[in-house]
């Protein structure tokens, strides 16, 4: 692990939703200390978001990278206003919210591909938002992605007190889901998610696998494909087990604390454990970036968009894994 403080940019989310306040809330939390903080946004955001949360930090505003010397202060705001300086309105979708959503988020997409930011921290962003705003891709992560010029596998984490799942496929129809359960797509997001942990501090990750099949016996794809993949990467070293039983697999791995992470074959296989025992701490991590990418799981919450009723922790936690992982990056 690098002594050498990075540098954190922090994003403020969409403008309409929680993200303001919430970020307000986590500029005093000392966990920023160890790190170099740059802010990226516009301005009457994040002073919006300090009169929800009736918090403040005193912050040094630069209107560009290179104006910033992080010898003189470890928190600057890289405002990004350029004379807009607008209020947007709270819990409505828009363009412009959308706009200035990626218009920060490329700004730090391309500081990290300069090595000037080593993670990234965002608040939620809206994905209806997004499209008005410009946004050509399914979501964000696939926008991360171009953006970043990734040709490997990549995929979305989602984590609660530190235990990870990863998924073989996503948002897709369930009846699709068997015709992809192939070897060489399962053994990626094992060697993905087990990378990854080994960022967040964990040495050697216990992996678990999902069957995809009731109690792992009513099919063939767990001996035709997931008992293979599972054999295929412990000689690549990685400590996998499995298949697990879905029904149970959360009881085995999380509850019973036997693993560090769960591998599965589906989206709502994986999401109806981990949110049944933890919705409310929710973190994801964009796997298979460059550079580490976290935000907290939860949406933009229009319902309590500026009644300072945010739980901050989610978002602290997401700050914390991704400055982990960019103090143990290379």
């Known amino acids: 692990m690098s002594l050498e403080k990075k540098n954190i940019a922090i994003l403020l989310g969409d403008p309409s939703g929680i993200g303001p306040e919430l970020i307000s809330k986590l500029l005093s939390q000392n966990e920023l200390n160890e790190s170099n903080i740059v802010i990226i946004g516009e301005k009457n955001i994040l002073e919006n978001g300090h009169k929800i949360s009736g918090n403040s930090v005193k912050l040094k505003y630069v209107e560009k990278f290179e104006d910033i010397n992080f010898k003189i202060g470890n928190k600057f705001f890289l405002d990004i206003t ?5 209020d947007y309105n709270l819990s ?19 500081l990290s591909k300069e090595k000037k930011i080593h993670a990234i921290n965002f608040a939620p962003f809206n994905k209806t938002s997004l499209k008005l705003g410009g946004c050509k891709f399914e979501d964000e992560l696939h926008h991360m992605a171009n953006r970043l010029e990734v040709k490997n596998f990549f995929c ?28 060489d797509k399962i053994i990626e997001p094992i060697i993905l998610i ?19 099949n009731p109690h792992a016996e009513f099919g063939t794809e767990e001996k035709e494909e997931i008992i293979p993949a599972i054999e295929e ?11 697990l039983p ?28 981990l949110k049944s025992f933890g919705f409310d701490r929710g973190v994801t991590v964009q796997g298979g970036l ?24 989610p978002t602290l936690q997401s700050f914390k894994i991704a400055l982990r992982m960019a103090q143990s990056k290379n």
């Open 92 to 110: 409505e979708c828009s363009a412009e919210s959308g706009k200035t959503v990626l218009d920060a988020l490329d700004l730090a997409l391309d």
């Open 194 to 212: 087990n990378d990854a942990m080994k960022l967040n501090g964990i040495k050697k990750p216990r992996v678990a696998v999902q069957a995809l």
């Open 156 to 183: 979305e984490f989602n984590v609660v007190d530190n235990f990870w799942t990863a998924r073989v496929t996503s948002h897709i129809p369930l009846k699709d889901v068997p015709g992809k359960i192939k070897k």
């Open 246 to 273: 879905c029904d149970t697999s959360f009881i085995t791995a999380f509850k019973n604390k036997n693993h560090d992470c769960i591998v599965g074959m589906y989206h709502d296989a994986l999401q109806s454990g």
């Open 233 to 243: 990467v412990k000689k690549l070293g990685i400590n996998a087990e499995g298949p």
């Open 290 to 313: 460059p550079v580490p990418i976290t935000t907290p799981a939860h949406g933009t919450a229009f319902d309590i968009a500026g009644k300072n009723k945010a739980n901050l922790e």
């Open 82 to 86: 350029k004379g807009n300086n607008k």
